[in-house]
């Protein structure tokens, strides 16, 4: 057997690692995803918007071809309102580990890494269609069983800072990075290197897996772009 010299292993090593990683945006054209004429490709971003002659609805999803149930997933984000600005109305997030429950009009339920033009849900875990607001930004929280499915008992066990000093390091209609660690139960958001939330879901209604896609809130005309959107999923 020849052994590899260090330098060659170390190669080795690295084209494994990087045979994990999988885009899932070629830069081009939005194959592999599959949504409403709300959703498009601009200077080489997924570009979601609406405007006040073609208005949104009600939420609606880009959805990814495959599903996930652990994985890491990192994008660049960038949201404006209807001026350009990261100071109005505009929503949006990403959504894992969820179901397609209307496939007309890509309608998306599930757990949902948030992100807004505002200065308060940027970073949470909320439940769309489901549960709401799983854990707010700064909270580490374990959910269990409640009264009913849809009604979870939420216990905050631990604080990841501020939610004003996380909100600090989020730039406004600018390009930010999010990172999303799945793994079980546990489940981590970051932006911009600061983890948001931790949140241990112990309950029998969460879902281990289930599709990506992103959202396109109704409401005020908005625009939501995303880059570099790349998947590792544990093996």
Known sequence: MKLLTPLLALAALCATVSAEDKNL??????TGWKGLDYWSVKDG???????????AKGNTFLVWEGEVADFEMTFQYRIMDV?????????????????VVDEVKFVVGGYQADFECGKTYSG?????????????????????????????KI????????????????????????????????????INGMQTVDVTDETAIGAKK??????????????????????????
């Open 25 to 30: 945006f070629n830069g081009k054209d939005l």
């Open 45 to 55: 971003f997924i570009t979601g918007q609406t405007t006040k002659e073609h208005p």
């Open 83 to 99: 001026n350009g600005k990261g100071e109005g109305f505009g929503n949006s997030g990403v959504q894992y580990r969820s179901k």
């Open 124 to 152: 949470i875990l909320y439940e769309e269609r489901g549960r709401g607001i799983l854990a707010k930004r700064g909270e580490k929280v374990v959910i269990h069983e409640g009264a009913a499915p849809n009604k979870p």
């Open 155 to 190: 216990e905050v066990t631990g604080s990841l800072g501020k939610s004003e000093d996380i909100q600090a390091k989020i730039k406004q209609a600018d390009w930010n990075e999010y990172r999303i660690v799945a793994k079980g139960g546990h489940l981590q958001h970051f």
């Open 210 to 235: 289930g599709v990506l896609a992103l959202q396109l809130h109704a409401g005020p005309p908005m625009m939501v772009q995303f880059k570099d959107l790349v998947l590792k999923e544990a093996k």
